[in-house]
């Protein structure tokens, strides 16, 4: 299931409820005195960010003030972009393109997650939410029609978020985010997504020939690229049989996309190493 046009369809003063709560939620659960902050390493360590205390020459210190002003203004203010030569003001819902919208829209459906009833339907089945997307695990008992099941789903997903939802795909196998899922469970549930296929359907741009219509002319885009791909493999890794079959996925892909081995075939062996996932011989991993 997916949700249309989500940020032009999220209510602005929703989302200050939503943060609102958010606030109220996460004081409940401090363990220490004193009030919602935030710390942000001036370094750009996100792992020194917390929100217990940090120096002001080493971090930028932000109250829970702060960020509702600063939202208040996002949402008000925040609004113009170029189209065509031209300037628009998008005038409801949350800035696409913003650098927070997509934060704030999860949490404004978190809130009417937690504080709503939810449907019947929907407390009597396994779902899972990312961002604008819906994962449903459907188990239908004997008699019962699937499309019948899959629009009461539908209607309460409707009913929940206030937003127009589709149904993209149902059955045995369908793609979700960046992978495969398969049910019954066989040797690779869980399998990365034929990327290669998804490739093939692209245009190279018609003023410049390209060899391919996601060459790299550098190696700097591989340098986060691959160590999340490998991460990514570790992930799924629910069978021997998965991990060799998403490495392996990676692997052709980095070279349909034209790129020397140099660029990304140490970081691919050094990252495998490093988490424990099975390499190969140097011929399969080109392979």
């Not at 509702?68 to 393109?97: E, K, P, R």
């Not at 490495?247 to 140490?266: F, G, I, T, V």
Request: proline residues 5%; hydrophobic residues 40%.
């Amino acid at each position: 299931y997916d949700l249309v046009e989500m940020f032009p369809n999220i209510p602005r003063e929703e989302v200050l409820q939503a943060l609102q709560w958010a606030r109220d939620e996460l004081k409940s659960r401090l363990t220490y005195r004193g009030g919602v902050r935030f710390y942000l390493s001036k370094s750009g360590h996100r792992k020194l960010d917390n929100m217990r205390v940090g120096a002001r020459d080493s971090f930028w210190c932000f109250t829970f003030e702060d960020v509702m002003h600063y939202m208040t203004w996002d949402l008000n203010f925040n609004m113009c972009f170029l189209a065509l030569s031209s300037i628009f003001t998008q005038v409801t819902g949350t800035a696409i393109g913003s650098s927070c919208s997509a934060q704030v829209a999860s949490l404004v459906l978190i809130f009417r997650e937690r504080t709503q009833t939810l449907p019947s339907v929907l407390e009597n089945t396994l779902w899972s939410r990312y961002r604008d997307n819906f994962l449903v695990l459907l188990a239908l008992p004997k008699g019962k029609d699937r499309d019948v099941e899959v629009h009461k789903i539908f209607e309460a997903f409707q009913q929940l978020t206030a937003i127009y939802v589709t149904v993209e795909q149902v059955g045995r196998e369908i793609d979700f985010l960046e992978c495969t899922l398969r049910h019954p469970l066989g040797s690779c549930p869980i399998a990365v997504r034929d990327l290669l296929s998804m490739q093939s359907k692209s245009t190279p741009c018609q003023v410049r020939k390209m060899l391919s219509a996601l060459a790299l002319t550098t190696p700097g885009p591989l340098v986060p690229m691959v160590p999340n791909d490998v991460q990514k493999s570790q992930h799924l890794r629910l069978t021997p049989e998965a991990v060799q079959s998403n490495l392996k996925n990676y692997s052709a892909l980095y070279q349909a996309m034209e790129c020397p081995r140099a660029w990304w075939e140490p970081t691919f062996r050094k990252c495998c190493l490093k988490w424990g996932l099975p390499v190969g011989d140097e011929r399969e991993v080109g392979q």
